[in-house]
């Protein structure tokens, strides 16, 4: 159980609390609720940039880096569709040069060209690099453009096109910085060997006279129900054909979204699972496979690939693949399966608990969703999970006609 206490300034940011005594160093995180979901088609790539752009000085401090390096912080930042992200790791004593830190780049950014200039040119080479000069790097953003029709989902954090980061100007980064990263969009966590009292006053003299803004109420477009089958072909300089196949599947919070999780693990987790076993090891169809979900806050994908092994086509596995799975039913879901993924997946929640920075992202989640608590709920929720809901989310989500599939081939 992670204890946790929780409050608002004046201005709207939410402050939650966790003290762990035992521990010499803290964790202060800040979750904005912005991520590449919140973009517009023609100016993708935004929510990245400024994952990049937040370390390159603001209104009082020209250094991000620096002083925190100085009293023996480390810092790091993610973006994803749905939130972006940072966190700073230090000695209790020094916390309150994270709350420096952090408040004033919340306050406002340098916005100077130069920077802006650097930035762009580290995430275009960031583009190049690991999407299109990559080996199957393209992949997701094929993907994701098949499976979605209307959802911002359709493009990855990265961005839709290389040429939105190209040729975004001052104006329109200012834009998105004034209306993301202000107090009513944001959670700060602060875990690890700290007070309430304390955490109450130095959150009140560093973030409480930052204007509030204006908490990010979405209104996007809903994926509509998939009614038939899709399917792409593409061939490109790579080592091995793949097979990528997605299925749509239940949101974040929705009741069938722990069940979807669990199947992906009876699936594709690990050399134990029913798809490697039998596609893997003993018909040697692929060299690789798994399943996994993409965890989305918004209804996400259910997602089996793998790299099809030398000598097979990949139409030729992802017959097979579907052979395999029309051949499942409910007697396939057994009470043994059932035990052991409850047992990884509970066995990795509680792993990741026992370090500062896993519980603070836990609970910053959770108050992003609406419910703080989430992350002590979690194991009760999967452990509550029968074999029936497996087979019941299986005849929903892995059908046919709710299925997206990339055949990626190697060129001859």
């Not at 979605?148 to 359709?154: A, F, G, M, N, T």
């Not at 973030?207 to 061939?235: H, M």
């Not at 992202?361 to 809901?389: F, M, Q, S, W």
């Amino acid at each position: 159980m992670i204890g946790f206490e929780e409050f608002y300034l004046d201005n709207g940011l939410r402050v939650v609390v966790h003290e762990d005594h035992n521990f010499p160093s803290a964790v202060v995180n800040i979750m904005y609720d912005v991520g590449s979901r919140d973009e517009e088609e023609t100016r993708t790539g935004f929510a990245h940039l400024f994952e990049h752009l937040m370390f390159g000085g603001s209104k009082n401090i020209p250094s991000y880096d620096e002083p925190l390096q100085k009293v023996g912080g480390t810092n790091n930042a993610f973006t994803s569709p749905d939130i972006t992200n940072y966190y700073v790791s230090l000695p209790s004593v020094n916390i309150e040069t994270a709350f420096w830190l952090e408040s004033d780049r919340m306050l406002s950014l340098s916005f100077d060209p130069n920077v802006l200039e650097v930035q762009r040119k580290v995430v275009i080479e960031e583009f190049k690099q690991r999407y299109l000069n990559q080996p199957y790097g393209d992949t997701w953003h094929k993907i994701r453009e098949m499976a979605y029709e209307k959802h911002p989902y359709r493009w990855p954090t990265i961005g839709k096109e290389i040429s939105h980061v190209e040729q975004a100007v001052m104006e329109e980064v200012k834009a998105f910085f004034f209306k993301y990263y202000c107090p009513a969009n944001a959670v700060l966590v602060v875990a690890g060997n700290v007070t309430l009292e304390q955490v109450k006053r130095l959150s009140e003299k560093w973030f409480g006279s930052i204007p509030s803004g204006v908490a990010n109420n979405r209104s996007l477009p809903q994926e509509p129900k998939q009614k038939e089958a899709k399917i792409l072909s593409v061939e490109a300089d790579v080592p091995l054909d793949a097979l990528y196949k997605v299925w749509h599947m239940d949101a974040r919070l929705g009741r069938d979204y722990y069940p979807t999780d669990l199947l992906s693990d009876i699936l594709g987790r690990g050399k134990s699972s029913l798809l490697y076993k039998k596609l893997v090891k003993e018909e040697k169809v692929f060299s690789a496979l798994s399943a996994y979900i993409t965890g989305s806050f918004d209804p996400g994908l259910l997602c089996i690939g793998g790299r099809v092994q030398h000598g097979v086509e990949a139409e030729e596995a992802n017959t097979r693949l579907e052979e395999l799975l029309n051949e499942i039913n409910d007697a396939t879901f057994t009470d043994m399966q059932m035990e052991k993924v409850k047992n990884q997946v509970t066995f990795g929640l509680n792993a990741g608990k026992s370090e500062l920075l896993p519980r603070a992202l836990g609970l910053a989640y959770g108050a992003v969703l609406g419910n703080t608590n989430l992350v002590n709920e979690e194991e009760g929720l999967i452990k509550r999970i029968e074999k029936e809901d497996i087979a019941r989310v299986f005849r929903d989500v892995v059908n046919k006609e709710n299925s997206s599939t990339l055949i990626y081939k190697a060129k001859n």
